[in-house]
T-cell receptor
Framework: DAKTTQPPSMDCAEGRAANLPCNHSTISGNEYVYWYRQIHSQGPQYIIHGLKNNETNEMASLIITEDRKSSTLILPHATLRDTAVYYCIVRVTGSWGKLQFGAGTQVVVTP | GAVVSQHPSWVICKSGTSVKIECRSLDFQATTMFWYRQFPKQSLMLMATSNEGSKATYEQGVEKDKFLINHASLTLSTLTVTSAHPEDSSFYIC??????????FGEGSRLTVL
């Protein structure tokens, strides 16, 4: 699986949009971009994934650049409960491959 | 989404004892489950892949005789930490795959070895 690079931390004001960048310059054509988050002392929670088109669900939006070398996870209206470590992972969907977690981005949402 | 449950959520044991942690897929059958370990302020580290009806596959550096994994049914995998020591204190997390679908994670089990 391709390696990803994320900023170690970022702060966000409550109610504002949080834009989390991820670089994956070595991504392969059949690898998807996945985002998970981990709230303190809980298991990771799936957020969203995509291949090349932008995706949106009830939790977030995922914007993938045309060359697929980077992506941005957008939390449209951050709340205090969105404070967590966010992990960007690339892998082949449906494969038996194992998820390898990087360091992620610690997002702190402040009032 | 699919639900994966772990039990116990936290456990304290004495050094030298064994501890079993269960991982259950509540509303789907999981032929493959994964066990992770997470030390404070660190990311998740994959320990092993648990396959129903066959031996688990361990990651490099993980002692298979110390971390016994049993995946006896399509909804249950267990991780037994044998002869636990304080350095085994950690947050253990399992994940399960629904067919060839996405991975879902349990709530985690915090082990403290005194």
């Amino acid at each position: 699986d391709a390696k990803t690079t994320q900023p170690p931390s970022m702060d966000c004001a409550e109610g504002r949009a949080a834009n989390l960048p991820c670089n994956h310059s070595t991504i392969s054509g059949n690898e998807y971009v996945y985002w998970y988050r981990q709230i303190h002392s809980q298991g990771p929670q799936y957020i969203i994934h995509g291949l090349k088109n932008n995706e949106t669900n009830e939790m977030a939006s995922l914007i993938i650049t045309e060359d697929r070398k980077s992506s941005t996870l957008i939390l449209p209206h951050a709340t205090l409960r969105d404070t967590a470590v966010y992990y960007c992972i690339v892998r082949v969907t449906g494969s038996w491959g194992k998820l390898q977690f990087g360091a992620g981005t610690q997002v702190v949402v402040t009032p | 989404g699919a639900v994966v449950s772990q039990h116990p959520s936290w456990v304290i044991c004495k050094s030298g004892t064994s501890v079993k942690i269960e991982c259950r897929s509540l509303d789907f059958q999981a032929t493959t489950m994964f066990w992770y370990r997470q030390f404070p302020k660190q990311s998740l580290m994959l320990m092993a892949t648990s396959n129903e009806g066959s031996k688990a596959t361990y990651e490099q550096g993980v002692e298979k005789d110390k971390f016994l994994i049993n995946h006896a049914s399509l909804t249950l995998s267990t991780l037994t930490v044998t002869s636990a020591h304080p350095e085994d204190s950690s947050f253990y997390i399992c994940s399960a795959r629904q067919g060839v679908g996405e991975l879902f994670f349990g709530e985690g089990s915090r082990l403290t070895v005194l």
